[in-house]
C-alpha cells in the first residue's frame, strides 16, 4: 500500500511560499487599486501604490517565517560561536541594499529642506521652486514633505520589523542552510521596500527637473547624479524580487571559501 502524505503535512511544508506569493499578489492588487484611485495629484497615487506593495511584500515574508516548519531534531546541539545577523543576510546585497537606503533618506531629506510653498496654496512639500528668465517657476512633482511622508513611515514601520525577524532567525532553532533561506527571504523583502521607494524618488527628481530648461545647470548635475541609482535600485529590485519569490541562500562551503552567488 502507498503512503499517502496528509494534506495538511503538504500544506504547512509549502506555507511559506504561499504567503510570501500572496503577500507580492496582495501587494499588486493593492497597487494597482491605488495608482488607479480618483486624486488631484498625479503622483500622491503612485506613492501610496509603492509603498503598499511594499509593505505587502514584507508582510508576506514575515507570515511565511512564521508558518516555517522547524526541523524535528532527536539531539539539540548548539555552538559556542555567537550567531550573527551578518552571517545570515545576503553578503553582496545587504551592503548595496543598506546603502540605497541611506541614500533614499538622503534624498527624502533634501527634498524636504528645497521643497517650496508657491502662491497656490496647498502645494507646500509637492514642488521646487527655481528662477526661469528672471521669473519664479514651480517644477514638480518633488519629493517634499507632502510625498515623503508615507515613504518615511513605510521605513519606519518595516525596517525594525525586519531587522527583529533577522535577529530571532539567527537566534533560533532550525540549520544554518534553513536559516540563511528565510534570512535572504526577509532581506530581499525589504530590499523591494527600498528598491521601489528609491525608483520612485529618482523618477520624481528626474521629471520635475527635465520638465523644462529651467532647472539649469545645477539640474542637469543632479539628473545625472541619481540617474545611476536608479539603475542600481532597479537592479536590486529585481535580485529582490526573485528572492522572495524563492530565496536560495549559499552553503556553508560557499561561505567558507569567500565565494557567493547572490543570484
Known sequence: MLDHVPLQSRFLD?????????????GMVAAQQLVTMESGDIAMPLVFAITAFGLCAVGGVLLGDALTLRPQEAVRTASLAPRLIRDQ?????APLLLLQAASLVTLLVIGAVTASDPERTGRAGRVITVSC???RASLGPWPG???SGPMFA??????PVCVWALRRIAHGPGDDQQRR???WAITGAWGLLVSSQVL??????????TENSCAGPLGAATVVVVSPLGLLSLFSFGWSLVTVVAPRAVDDEAADDGTYDDE
Open 14 to 26: 509549502h506555507a511559506d511560499h504561499y504567503a510570501r506569493w500572496s503577500g507580492l499578489a496582495i
Open 200 to 209: 520612485l524618488v529618482v523618477l520624481m527628481i528626474f521629471v520635475a527637473l
Open 181 to 183: 533561506d528565510r534570512a
Open 154 to 159: 513605510a521605513l519606519a514601520v518595516g525596517t
Open 89 to 93: 543576510v545576503p553578503p553582496r546585497m
Open 133 to 135: 528668465e528672471g521669473l
Open 145 to 147: 514633505l507632502y510625498y
